[in-house]
């Protein structure tokens, strides 16, 4: 996700990098995984699991969230973002 | 509202929280730095795939008025809502991609009221960027009152210092983001609002017993079975006769109302018109309508969940009173979710509050310093002049909006009061677009008065309905599809009748603007026919129109 600029011989491009939405996405959605995976293992009351039927609700949706996180980021690396090198760009052009 | 009605949000909440905005204020900051690293911000937003553009169009609308205001009327109406997304939005999203965008993106102008002044001239210009632009202050209201009602639960403050804070942050938040972080932020946005409502509404299906407890105990409750099937939907409409009720849906919410939202709305548009080919442009508004079909499932659902759940719901819907529907979800939250996830939650609600109001005053500023302030009052000052009245506009527009935040709380179901507006502005706008886009005899004073005419008569039916006089025997929503209604019959009559006694423009000047005076090479875009089939704007659109009758049957 590093690895800024790539020119490759005839039609130079560049990957997004950093910029590429999905690495935030894909980061944000996994730490909000790991914080909620902790919690559902040790920070659950019997309070807790009572206001859902049972269901300790951390725990299931940390899992889920980090599974999402996994495929997004597998997705961003497997197919960059490519932006044409900017030559002969117009000014940008919201007011 | 409720005093008893506390979220109780512990460090991993505020943990949470936290880290959404250091994430949202990350995109920001990276923007920025990119853009002085010589790969120009835009340029970048224009190659992005069109997935990005399609959910940043949907998320721009997914602020609280469409949380809020559609889970509200779940636990209101029921599965009726579901109109709002199968008959309203997806319909009218496939008819801008189709239709309408040929005309914005061909023309090459870069906002709506823009087009209205090359086509119409500056009496319409003026009347629809003015109207526009008071729509925009009274929408931030909505977003600035749900923002500081989550603020008053979390924390405990009075209404009005929750108000004026929540107004303070959000200012910080669109100066700090800027318009160049808007895109991005609105797809993580999606994602964050998804991530809090997908097992918000898991967990409340499983604590009311899945989907046969649900449909058990809302047959068992006051709304009855009827709240079950999407037609023909008479609680919603506030129609005696199903057959009107039906026509006022598909006829008021769907294609006037709804039509003249999507179509006519800038801060829709504009996310469309930024794109880097007409294919691109064309398919923004068709990706954006799938996962439009599904957000329903986790916003009405959890309003119809909160309904027969939450006990200051239930029992006062029992008794037949006034409950604070506005309030369904956030009942839900602290019901069902348990530190930690209520964070997510959190989270999800303020970042969609508050991309909603920033997304209604960016509008704001851009319409009121360069369609107005600049074509209007100032012309030809410096371009930092601008951006400084812009800056102006946007502290002013805050401040405003902390008053029509005020309007707002008096409505207790906020889905009523917004209807009512856009039946007052868009409805008319939409006629006057569509008349002047396909008749190219439609002359330039026919363009405002009809404009007037609509918004005035769409006034009118609001003054007689049951808000207002009473003289109607209509009230809530019912009485904003007949409003749009009127508004669109009384538009194109009078622009019609208007036209016929003044003289046309020249027709050399509407090159672009009609559709019979501009070639049809100007619409069509030659890389479209070499994209595979699943870019293509006009199959997505027709497998996108196929999927949303299915659905459409699916509660009958």
Known sequence: MSDDTRTTGRTRKRKA?????????AALIGLYGVILLLTGLFGTSEADLAKADGLNVNLWTGLGMLVFAAAFQAWAVLRPVRVPVPDDQPASEAP | MDEALRLDANWVDYLLVALYFGFVLGIG???????STSLDFFLSGRSLPAWVTGLAFVSANLGAVEIVGMSANGANYGIATMHYFWVGAVPAMLFLAIVMMPFYYGSKVRSVPEFMRRRFGTGAHLVNAVSFAVAQLLIAGINLFLLATVVEVLLGWSLI??????????????????????????????????????????????KVGGWDGLTQAVTE?????E?????????????????????????????????????????????????????????????????????????VIPGMIAGVLVTEIATEKAAGGEPAYNDSLLYLIRDLLPNGMLGVAIAGLLASFMAGMAANISAFNTVFSYDLWQQYVKKDEPDEYYTRVGRLATVGATVIAIGTAGIASSYS?????????????????????ILGMFWKRMTATAGWVGLVAGTGSAIGVWVLSGDVLGVIGLSGQGAAFVAAGVAFAVDIVVSVAVSLVTTPRRYDDLRGLVWSLTPKETFRDEDAETLPWWRQPTKMAAI?????????????
């Open chain 2, 161 to 206: 210092v929750s108000l004026v804070v929540a107004a303070a942050v959000v200012l910080t938040y669109t100066a700090l983001g800027g318009l160049s972080a808007a895109i991005y932020n609105e797809v993580l946005q999606f994602f964050v609002i998804v991530a809090a409502l997908l097992p918000l509404t898991l967990v409340g299906l499983h």
């Open chain 2, 544 to 556: 996108a129109l196929v999927m949303v009758i299915g659905l459409n049957l699916l509660f009958l």
């Open chain 2, 227 to 299: 709240q079950l099937s999407s037609w023909p939907g008479t609680a919603l409409t506030g129609f005696d006769s199903p057959v009107l009720s039906v026509v006022g849906i598909v006829l008021g919410l769907g294609f006037v109302l709804s039509f003249g939202y999507w179509t006519t709305n800038f801060v829709e548009v504009q996310r469309a018109m930024a794109a880097d080919s007409m294919a691109s442009a064309q398919s923004t508004p068709v990706i954006g309508a799938f996962p439009k079909m599904f957000i329903p499932f986790i916003v």
């Open chain 2, 413 to 433: 179901n906020i889905m009523d009061y917004l209807q009512t507006l856009f039946g007052f502005f868009n409805a008319p706008l939409f006629a006057t677009f």
């Open chain 1, 17 to 25: 990098g950093a910029f590429d939405v999905r690495t935030f996405i």
């Open chain 2, 221 to 225: 409750s006051p709304g009855g079975a």
């Open chain 2, 29 to 35: 900051l990276a923007a920025r730095r990119q853009v």
